[in-house]
């Protein structure tokens, strides 16, 4: 039986969307308000899912305590209360929008885990905007 199970989280971090090869007008007309030169901040909710067949044995597609943490040691640790732009160093040369975060939360996550699974990131910037990205 294949299926998904998901592990939700939550983090909250400060960014700042910007170019420097960009000027401050263009930054300002493509970022608007999330250019602030004085970062801005979200309460970022997260689910992940965990593609796979359920072990006849256990029961279980994987130990759900093993996802919390690996998202605690992965995401939780490293994301929360940080400015991204200054203080993770995915985001050194990678401008921090959803996107990039959940592509860099699904690198982190998939690396840590059995091959063997499929995963999706689903990330929640507010409670209406979201980016779901499944390694494609």
């Given at each position: 039986m294949r299926l998904t199970v998901y592990r939700k989280a939550h983090f909250n971090a400060a960014h700042r969307l910007h170019k420097s090869e960009w000027s401050d007008e263009k930054n300002v007309a493509i970022?608007?308000?999330c250019n602030?030169?004085?970062?801005?901040g979200h309460?970022?909710?997260?689910e992940v899912g965990v593609t796979g067949e359920?072990?006849?044995e256990t029961g279980y597609l994987i130990?759900?305590?093993?996802?919390k943490d690996v998202i605690k040691s992965e995401v939780e640790n490293a994301f929360d209360h940080k400015n991204l732009n200054v203080e993770v160093p995915e985001f050194a040369?990678?401008?921090?929008?959803?996107?990039?975060?959940?592509?860099?939360?699904?690198?982190?996550?998939?690396?840590k885990l059995d091959v063997k699974y499929d995963i999706e990131i689903k990330l929640y910037e507010t409670e209406r905007n979201?980016?779901?990205y499944k390694g494609e």
């Amino acid at each position: 039986m294949r299926l998904t199970v998901y592990r939700k989280a939550h983090f909250n971090a400060a960014h700042r969307l910007h170019k420097s090869e960009w000027s401050d007008e263009k930054n300002v007309a493509i970022f608007g308000k999330c250019n602030n030169p004085n970062y801005h901040g979200h309460n970022y909710d997260l689910e992940v899912g965990v593609t796979g067949e359920v072990d006849p044995e256990t029961g279980y597609l994987i130990d759900l305590k093993i996802l919390k943490d690996v998202i605690k040691s992965e995401v939780e640790n490293a994301f929360d209360h940080k400015n991204l732009n200054v203080e993770v160093p995915e985001f050194a040369a990678l401008n921090p929008t959803a996107e990039n975060i959940a592509f860099v939360i699904y690198n982190k996550i998939k690396a840590k885990l059995d091959v063997k699974y499929d995963i999706e990131i689903k990330l929640y910037e507010t409670e209406r905007n979201f980016v779901v990205y499944k390694g494609e």
